[in-house]
Antibody, heavy 116, light 107 residues
Framework: EVHLVESGGGLVQPGGSLRLSCAASGFTFSTDSMNWVRQAPGKGLEWISYISSSTYTIYYADSVKGRFTISRDNAKDSLYLQMNSLRDEDSAVYYC?????????WGQGTLVTVSS | DIQMTQSPSSLSASVGDKVTITCRASQDIYNHLAWYQQKPGKVPKLLIYGASTLQSGVPSRLSGSGSGTDFTLTITSLQPEDVATYYCQTYYSAPKTFGQGTKVEIK
């Protein structure tokens, strides 16, 4: 069974940094691309980043480009999101999602709150 | 970038009613469209992919149609357990944009 478990969320001040992790199991992580999707409180879903299995291809949403960095460690079956220069509007639940999206595999999410 | 426009933003219907949600892409995405259901406090659940392929375990009263730029999610007989917010998403290319969501309630 596929499991995706996010961690690393919490309360951070505006301008601060946070690193999210996603531990994957139940599938061959090293051969699959991955995504991060977020959802602000009471708002819709927003895709924010994609990384290919080899890390050769990486994409970001304009809203996070230049501030967030996606990475992965295939030896540890783990996905990461380094978030810098955090803003109030980055407050959200962050989900890691296996690619393709047609797999339907999402983690439970980790909550990030940006507030002073 | 591809924009996804979903309508309506909310709807209220009676149990047993037929419900239709539409999603329009700003450019041709072929059939690279998924529909999700999200209940409060829960993770989005994949319902349909490839515009019309029902994910395993999804009730047959839900169906998807369309290709190119215009897509539809239909619930043929609304049930209380269908109360949720529904999202379309294109996975054709990055950014893998979601629609704004449609909140479905029981009248």
């Amino acid at each position: 069974e596929v499991h995706l478990v996010e961690s690393g969320g919490g309360l951070v001040q505006p301008g601060g940094s946070l690193r999210l992790s996603c531990a994957a199991s139940g599938f061959t992580f090293s051969t699959d691309s991955m995504n991060w999707v977020r959802q602000a409180p009471g708002k819709g879903l927003e895709w924010i980043s994609y990384i290919s299995s080899s890390t050769y291809t990486i994409y970001y949403a304009d809203s996070v480009k230049g501030r967030f960095t996606i990475s992965r460690d295939n030896a540890k079956d783990s996905l990461y999101l380094q978030m810098n220069s955090l803003r109030d509007e980055d407050s959200a639940v962050y989900y890691c999602v296996r690619d393709p999206f047609t797999s339907g595999h999402w983690g439970q999410g980790t909550l990030v709150t940006v507030s002073s | 970038d591809i924009q996804m426009t979903q309508s309506p933003s909310s709807l209220s219907a009676s149990v047993g009613d037929k419900v239709t949600i539409t999603c329009r892409a700003s450019q041709d995405i072929y059939n690279h469209l998924a529909w999700y259901q999200q209940k409060p406090g829960k993770v989005p659940k994949l319902l349909i992919y490839g515009a019309s392929t029902l994910q395993s375990g999804v009730p047959s009263r839900l169906s998807g149609s369309g290709s190119g730029t215009d897509f539809t999610l239909t619930i043929t007989s609304l049930q209380p357990e269908d109360v949720a917010t529904y999202y379309c998403q294109t996975y054709y290319s990055a950014p893998k944009t979601f629609g704004q969501g449609t909140k479905v309630e029981i009248k």
